[in-house]
């Protein structure tokens, strides 16, 4: 009941507040949060919901900001969870595609201007991407993820 409650009131703040960057950045980030808690608790159609949600709040905002290190920790984070659900429905190309976003979105910005949470979601991204590609049979570019993860997890202070 909480959680509705919670998702309830930031949606219908974004829809007093559409102009209002600070608020669509609260709005990515919970619902973010809200897509996480749904697939963790196995309600993964609510967590797509949610991402949705998250994802038409993040495009507004890098419209309105369109620099490469705008937002982009909001980016990584949304896109990874939207992989990790893609990935429990079985829908393991959109997961992937998912996770590519993330890479492609921190490869867009130098590393030194990463946060630690950049550095972590693509961790994660780096991780599922390297596993996808094992099991698909391409250990070569596995391994090649996994070397670069080793590398960012030294760069974590």
Do not use: Y
């Amino acid at each position: 009941r909480n959680l509705n409650a919670a998702t309830e009131l930031i949606t219908r703040l974004w829809r007093e507040n559409p102009e209002e960057p600070t608020v669509a950045g609260e709005l990515v980030r919970t619902m973010t949060k809200v897509s996480e808690l749904h697939r963790l608790t196995g309600d993964f159609d609510a967590a797509l919901r949610a991402s949705t949600v998250a994802e038409q709040a993040l495009a507004w905002l890098r419209t309105r900001s369109p620099a490469a290190t705008a937002h982009l920790d909001e980016l990584v984070e949304l896109r990874l969870e939207r992989g990790l659900v893609q990935k429990e429905l079985g829908r393991l190309d959109e997961a992937e595609t998912c996770w590519r976003e993330v890479v492609a979105a921190a490869d867009l910005v130098a590393e030194a201007e990463w946060s630690k949470q950049t550095r972590l979601e693509l961790l994660g991204a780096l991780h599922n991407l390297a596993r996808v590609e094992s099991e698909r049979g391409d250990l070569r570019a596995g391994m090649q993820r996994m070397e670069r993860c080793v590398a960012i997890e030294q760069s974590i202070v």
